[in-house]
């Protein structure tokens, strides 16, 4: 879920802008730390600093955007993997150098620690309640792209950018809300996952190919796609474990390959 | 009219004083071992990863396939070579050869499934194609020595003649004819009809199946030659170490070759030579005091890069000595 | 030497989701014919054009090549079996310069464009093939210069160039002179001119000027059907051409004399 959370917001920005940013895992990542950050050294409480530090790298984001991103819309896919390729590394090097290499230590609150029984099977309660937020995340997502106007002119503009522009849709400021937006829900998903991806420096080398397996498997520019995706990755995993433990990762990268040559676009074709 | 063409038609004189030129370099740096000896070792590491960068550069430079994942090759043909060195078969030529087969076969079943992909898709399909043989190496700790990597690892005397010694010098002449064949191939390989087909894929590949050419059909053939050399780069690795881990199919090493080799420019015959030698200098110098300070060099380079120099140094060295030819002429 | 066919569509259709754009074409280019297409935009013509060069598969019907069914081959196929085309909008090798881009061309219909070993200039006649290619659109002052930065009409005439490399017996030209003034279409009819009188040539444009210098056989298509067939004067003077074009008289607009 925590997955979800963190692909969907790559899955709007590359559907939206078409540009491959491999830094997305970086928003993610910031989003941890500024979490782990607000708790450890400032005593406040979990939820509201897993808010906080979602606003705070959207604003970010936001700032990236339009001051570095938007400089490389046209440019080649290669030069977008060096450009997000060279942010990774730098946000790596400034993370460790402020934070140091040892991965943060994260301490739930009491309510989310223990289990919790739902229809006689015992889940851990953490899990759970991704699960809901996930579901409270789509759910959002698809309120704001169906029935705001906001979500609409984000629709208009994916599918084609020149006609928005041309009946008078503000592109520039809405790739950077836009922009926003995905960093921001990534930093949601960061976190929120704390405990399950844990925050270090190489957080965003490590989990990047996940990210990229959802949103691809998923479908780019698609809400849904990378839901189901996500659930689909999340499931396989568990049940791999549970019945193959040697073969771990192995699995879901072999999956991947299988879904992709079923389906290249993804399983929720957009365009 | 006749048709006019200005071009000279080139390439069938084998001995023109302009070829006899473009070999001086070369005799220089094999004559390396006279002038700096010590230095054979290092020498060997930076033709091994000229090799490599070559070999990525056919796919990144000339056929516009972005991979992430190219360490993956790479690392099946250290391991080849690593695995059946400890199985006995020691003959390093025959290792080499069973390496680079191996790694071809590997790019050729990875290459039918991603290359139908593009973008996104295709990017993420090789990374998770390289974590894939990571992981499957790291789980199989009795064939390949997982995290510690592979111990008892050696090879016999190059032709029965020359022993790989710790000095290095057989290392370093074996990796530097490896590397002289590769490049004599590579330049063939650009310049013929086939290599430019490439750069059509890479420049418009609709309009390459408007014209009738079966694109996936090439793009596999240069994935799987291009393999092919990467393992060749990671069995002459193994060779000249005598060892190998599991660094070698790192995403870690996916992403410094890529950028050795836009430092130093793709789709340009010399991009890789220029480009190892300053990356590898560059990674020596800022790495040994704080690796933060490394990642942060650079990515800050990586990014002015596409933002100011696109063409990486040779671009760069191509546009000033176009900038002076303009001023001469004025 | 040159090699004929016969390129004939059977009951074909096509649906974009919901739209028929193509709908139940029946349509024959036998050799040597010079066929314009025209029809008012969004007639479905360049569709058309996808449809017979296999860029898009037909909903229903057939695409037929000398009685042999290619509507399932794909388009490297069918392009290889002898169908040439122009884009609309001008589809080039960007950074290569003309000489190159023709190249290619002529190196995938001789098939050398597979061999590996020997520099592409070891094999002189597809060089020579090449640059006379390139004079005869009379781009040979350019030769050198990347298609990128050719000004428009001269890429245009680049368009023309590849597509005859193919040596297609088929040759369907998709608005060639878009953007040239019709001063200089002169040059399109003759290059045309040049090609082989056995080949069948189909131009789309809406040039009538030259539409009407270059035909033979007209063809209106509108909302993806054929709407009438014939010879150039035919069909300027038949008045379901004319309300199409012209005006709908029932709305009390006269047709132009």
Redesign the interface.
Known sequence: MILYLISVGLSVTMGLMGFVNLAHGVFAMLGGYVTVTLMNRFGVPFLVAVVTGCFLVAAIGFVLERMLYRHLYGRSELDQVLFSFGLILVSVAIVRIVWGPLAQPIRLPEYLKGQVEIFAVTMPAYRLALVGFGTAVIAGLWLIFDRTLFGARIRAAVDNRAMAQSIGINTNRLFAAAFGLGTGLAALGGGLGADILAIAPAYPLQYIVYFLIVVAVGGLGSIKGPFIAALAIGLSDTACRYFLPEVGSIFIFAFVFFVLIWRPNGIVERH | ?A?????P????APLSFMRLLTLLPWMVVAALPLALPGYEPLATQVFVMILFALSLDLL?GYAGI?T?GHAGLFGVGGYTAGILSVHGVTDPIFTAVCAMLLAAITGLTFGV?ML??K???L???T???A??LY??AN?ATSVTGGEDGLQGVSFTPLLGLFAFDFRGKTAFFYSLTALFLTFIFVR??I???????L??IR??D??????????MRRRLIVYVISSALAGLAGALQTQSTQFVALYSLS??LS?NI??ML?LGG?GRLYGSFVGVPVFMFAQDQLAKQD??????G??????A???LA?GGILGVAQRIIGAVKVRGRA | MMETATLETRDLSCFFGSNLVISDVNFMLRPGDRRALIGPNGAGKTTFVNLLTGRLQASSGKVLLDSEDITQLGEARRIRLGIGRTFQITSLFPGMTVRENVFLAVAECEGIARKLFRSVFYHRPQVARADELVDRVGLSDVAHVPAQLLPYGRQRLLEIAVALALRPKILLLDEPAAGIPTAESHVILDIIETMPKEIAVLLIDHDMDLVFRFAQQITVLVQGSILVEGAPQDIATDPRVREVYLGDRKHGRPAAA
């Open positions: 009219m048709a006019v063409s200005s071009q038609i080139d390439g069938n990144v972005v992430l499934a139908r992909t973008g996104l898709t990017l993420m399909l990374m998770a194609s974590f894939l992981e499957i789980k063939a390989l310049k013929s009809p086939f290599g430019w087909s750069r059509g420049e418009n609709t309009r390459m199946v408007a014209i009738g050419c079966p694109i995403f870690e992403g890529l950028i836009i793709s690796p933060a300070n490394w990642f942060l650079q990515g800050l380079i990586l990014i890069m596409v933002m696109p």
